[in-house]
């Protein structure tokens, strides 16, 4: 079965940073592709993304200020989030997937919360 825990988040001043992290079981990260969303108002958004093969993709809104990466190891996808701006507060969301991470990923974690102050 596969399962995706979500922790890290919290509330931060407008400047910090937090790190994110999945863990995942029933499953392993770098077969399947891992992901990182948003949501807002029921719209869920991609902020970043491993997709098989390495190939890292983020939303234009955190590029040069968040980092996904991958313990293949522990089985832990992470996102590392500098410069937090009170823009950047939302639900976040883990997500895997066998074939493509998209809004449409087959698994996800709970969310985790994350506040940002100005």
């Known amino acids: 079965q596969v399962q995706l825990m979500e922790s890290g988040g919290g509330s931060v001043e407008s400047g910090g940073s937090l790190t994110l992290a999945c863990q995942g079981s029933?499953?392993?990260?770098?077969?399947?592709?891992g992901g990182w969303f948003r949501r807002r108002r029921e719209k869920v958004a991609v902020i970043a993304k491993d997709d098989r093969g390495n190939k890292i993709t983020y939303a234009d809104s955190v590029k040069g200020r968040f980092t996904i990466s991958m313990d293949r190891h522990k089985n832990i996808l992470y996102l590392q989030m500098n410069n937090l701006k009170p823009e950047d507060s939302d639900m976040y969301y883990c997500?895997?997937?066998?074939?493509?991470?998209?809004?449409?990923?087959?698994?996800w974690g709970q969310g985790t919360r994350v506040t940002v102050s100005s």
């Open positions: 997500a895997a997937d066998g074939w493509y991470c998209s809004t449409a990923a087959d698994h």
């Open positions: 029933g499953f392993q990260f770098g077969v399947y592709c």
